[in-house]
């Protein structure tokens, strides 16, 4: 009987799987069926872990941030090139309460791990408002994810483990035959596009729109993201990502001008220098109703499993949750109930 797994999607969510398996001798092929806008291509790619709206640590951070610097380090290894960079977060602080909750907040574990007791003086005034100062939050960074998607999908190209095109549902069934081949599991992780997917039906998904622009600005030179209500960071020289919104709800996946003020509005609240509009993109997020991933076993096909539901978070979360998801189905373990798809029942037993 064969061990080969079937991953169907090639966003972040299915390339970091496949890193996973591939990291770890399991074989696997990969199904992605191309598409332009996906939340993958259009992420900023930031991993943060500080909830900025309670200044604490988010979900598992101390286990998320080091699994992380070792699984995107070694893929980087293995491709020759540089994807992730590790840059400092500096969240501008409105006013004194603020600097006291911070203060307070980052001597406590773990939010020590990411959060400088210290509040950092803005050295940037003629560029940034801000009169009470920075709180910094290290371990942080984010990842090109395009160029992620791109080399990883053209190294998988040449082994034989991507295959482009799109895996319809009726032609699954619990052979798991695909052209001649069969595979021992079938792992689906299609985002936003899995909401249809029958076998897993009931899924409480709450997909967020998010809009992201790039901006030109000169003489700006700030190495670390900026953040206040929305996050600025650099990407090449006078190039900065500026984003991302939240919409609920939404008729398309197409960007919109209100969004894009929306963005600008905030953005000016704190960039004091000129700046040109250079690109806009739009992308759905896989969200669900309690911020955590979808991760299990499909209740109508044993061989079947999930990996969905990153919603703002694939970077942190993806790698981390690969190997649970792996531990899962090869030896038998159980995944933490806030991320398994069983929990679904207790909330929702109809
Ligand atoms: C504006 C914006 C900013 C964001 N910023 C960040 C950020 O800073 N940090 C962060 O961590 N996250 C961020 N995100 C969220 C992040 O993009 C998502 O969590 C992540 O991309 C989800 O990846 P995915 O692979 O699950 O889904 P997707 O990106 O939707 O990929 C799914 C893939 O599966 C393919 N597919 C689906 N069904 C099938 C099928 N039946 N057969 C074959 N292929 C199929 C699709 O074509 C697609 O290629 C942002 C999102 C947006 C929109």
Aim: hydrophobic share 40%.
């Amino acid at each position: 009987m064969s061990d080969k797994i079937l991953i169907v999607g090639g966003g972040l969510s299915g390339t970091i799987l496949a890193w996973h398996l591939y990291l770890n001798d399991v074989d696997f092929l990969l199904v992605n069926n191309e598409r332009s806008n996906t939340s993958s291509k259009v992420a900023a790619g930031i991993y943060n872990p500080i909830v900025f709206k309670r200044f604490t640590a988010s979900w598992q951070a101390e286990l998320l941030v080091p699994f992380l610097d070792e699984f995107y380090s070694k893929i980087e290894s293995v491709l020759e090139e540089k994807f992730h960079f590790k840059i400092d977060i500096y969240k501008i602080l409105s006013n004194e309460n603020e600097v006291e909750l911070w203060k307070t907040k980052s001597k406590d574990f773990p939010n020590s791990m990411f959060m400088d007791e210290n509040i950092i003086p803005n050295r940037y005034t003629n560029k940034i408002e801000n009169n009470v100062g920075f709180g910094r939050v290290f371990n942080s960074g984010f990842v090109d994810t395009n160029k992620f998607l791109d080399l990883s999908h053209e190294y998988f190209g040449k082994i034989y483990k991507l295959k482009t095109c799109e895996i319809l549902y009726k032609h699954i069934n619990s052979e798991l035959k695909l052209e001649n081949e069969v595979f021992s599991n079938i792992i689906f992780a299609e985002g936003y596009y899995g909401e249809k997917n029958p076998l897993f039906p009931n899924l409480r998904y709450n997909f967020a729109k998010g809009e992201v622009l790039e901006i030109e600005v000169e003489n700006f030179e700030i190495d670390h993201i900026i953040s206040k209500n929305l996050f600025m960071f650099p990407v090449a020289k006078n190039r900065y990502k500026v984003g991302a919104s939240f919409q609920w709800t939404f008729e398309d996946e197409d960007p919109t001008e209100f969004e894009k003020n929306r963005l600008l509005d905030n953005l000016e609240k704190f960039l004091k220098s000129d700046y040109k509009v250079v690109d806009h993109k739009a992308g759905i997020r896989p969200a669900t109703f309690d911020r955590r991933p979808f991760l299990g076993q499909s209740a109508i096909q044993d061989n079947a499993y999930i990996f969905n539901g990153m919603g703002a978070k694939a970077v942190l979360l993806a790698p981390y949750c690969a190997s649970l998801l792996l531990d899962s189905i090869q030896n038998k373990t159980e995944l933490p109930l806030d991320i398994d798809i069983r929990r679904i029942k207790k909330v929702n037993p109809h």
